[in-house]
């Protein structure tokens, strides 16, 4: 419980510390390079090793100018995170989608009472209707890809 205290503070100040530096960091400027050690020096003081892993990126325009792995990719194995690793992202993509459907309701695009087959001509609805907000609040009643039968 400690460890996952401390390493959940980890993250938030890791968190805070990528999104201030990231908003001065604007090419391969002298500037963007001292920021982006600085983002190094500070992820390898503060990342165990051994701790789960995790891989930064920094890019601009599509243009990758920083990755990095840090920690480790399989703590029982004793393999340190790379940069070319695959991985599961989990729920982290949650949050960004559900930002990214409100900005479309705000910009009157969508709306959260939409239907999904208005979006998904052939989904099979089974003659109940799911909205948006449904899907946004995980009330839509359709199965998780690790609960269906392959």
Do not use: W
Not at 66 to 80: C, M, R, W
Not at 82 to 88: H, L, Y
Not at 93 to 111: C, H, N, P, R, Y
């Amino acid at each position: 419980m400690i460890f996952r205290n401390h390493l959940s503070a980890f993250f938030v100040n890791l968190i805070l510390v990528y999104t201030l530096c990231v908003q001065f960091v604007y090419g391969q400027s002298k500037q963007d390079r001292v920021v982006i050690k600085q983002i190094d020096n500070y992820t390898s003081a503060n990342y165990n090793k051994y701790a789960p892993g995790c891989d930064v990126l920094i890019a601009k325009n599509g243009q990758i100018f920083f990755e990095k792995g840090y920690g480790s990719a399989d703590i029982e194995l004793n393999v340190p995170m790379k940069t070319d690793m695959v991985f599961r992202i989990g729920s982290i993509t949650k949050q960004f989608t559900a930002v990214a459907i409100l900005q479309l309701v705000e910009k009157g695009k969508m709306s959260l009472s939409d239907s999904v087959q208005k979006f998904i001509k052939n989904y099979h609805f089974k003659g109940y209707t799911i909205t948006i907000e449904n899907l946004l609040t995980h009330t839509s009643g359709i199965k998780g890809y690790e609960e269906i039968d392959a």
